[in-house]
């Protein structure tokens, strides 16, 4: 299997920016695709976007398009979640999985793997 651990999460102010990374270690990280979600406090954990195992396809939920950006840097074993403009709605837990199986989706319940999330609080 394949431990995720995400990092980079923090408070910050309504337009901001933050860099998530996901890093993975165990199996090959290279061989699996990697979504990210999010879960706010009474809320369902929420597709935010994922990326291929090659990096070179993405999907962006319609709430991020424009605005945040994935990458992998497979020789680092590490995946990125760049978030610009910041909004007080992108308050939540974050999380990136790891899926082994094509498409790309954005379903959590295709995803095997989990890390533990990284907090990202936008104030107003």
């Known amino acids: 299997q394949v431990q995720l651990v995400e990092s980079g999460g923090a408070l910050v102010q309504t ?3 933050l ?3 996901c890093v993975g ?9 990697i979504g990210w979600f999010r879960q706010a406090p ?3 954990r929420e597709f ?3 990326v291929s195992a090659s990096g070179d396809n993405t999907v962006y939920a319609d709430s991020v398009k424009g605005r945040f950006t994935i990458s992998r840097d497979n020789a ?9 403009s910041l909004k007080p709605e992108d308050t939540a837990a974050y999380y990136c ?3 082994a199986v094509w498409p790309l989706s954005k379903n959590p319940d295709d995803y095997d793997y989990w890390g533990q999330g990284t907090q990202v609080t936008v104030s107003s």
């Open 15 to 17: 337009g901001g920016s």
């Open 19 to 21: 860099r998530l990374s």
């Open 25 to 33: 270690s165990g199996r090959t990280f290279s061989n699996y695709h």
């Open 42 to 44: 009474g809320k369902e």
């Open 48 to 50: 935010v976007g994922s």
């Open 76 to 84: 680092k074993n590490t995946e990125f979640l760049q978030m610009n």
């Open 97 to 99: 999985a790891g899926r």
